[in-house]
């Protein structure tokens, strides 16, 4: 079992940033697959960014150039960095992490944008 740990949601002015982290515990082996989505009432969840193995990086169109994810060194935790919010970025963001063939999901936590 892996739990994930999300925090640093909040509500926000449009652009402006906030940084979400996530920390993985339990059987997760560092540097595995693990990955933020965002989801908003009647519309499917969505791939924000991820971690594919090692440092490769993928986002999604919409926050290419204004969202960054990173990792700590344990390769546990991973961070959203959101700069320049739109009020389109409102939605609840989930973090997500691979660990033996299975994905597991955080709680998910809150972003509103809005003035």
């Known amino acids: 079992q892996v739990q994930l740990v999300e925090s640093g949601g909040g509500l926000v002015q449009p652009g402006g940033s906030l940084r979400l982290s996530c920390t993985a515990s339990?059987?997760?082996?560092?540097?595995?697959?693990m990955a933020w989505h965002r989801q908003t009432p009647g519309k499917q969840r969505e791939l924000v960014a991820n971690f594919n193995r090692g440092r490769d990086t993928n986002y999604a169109d919409s926050v290419k150039g204004r969202f960054t994810i990173s990792r700590d060194s344990s390769g546990r935790t991973v961070y959203l960095q959101m700069n320049s919010l739109k009020p389109e970025d409102t939605a609840v963001y989930f973090c997500?992490?691979?660990?033996?063939?299975?994905?597991?999901w955080g709680q998910g936590t809150q972003v509103t944008v809005s003035s």
């Open positions: 997500s992490a691979t660990s033996y063939g299975r994905d597991y």
């Open positions: 339990g059987n997760f082996p560092s540097g595995n697959p």
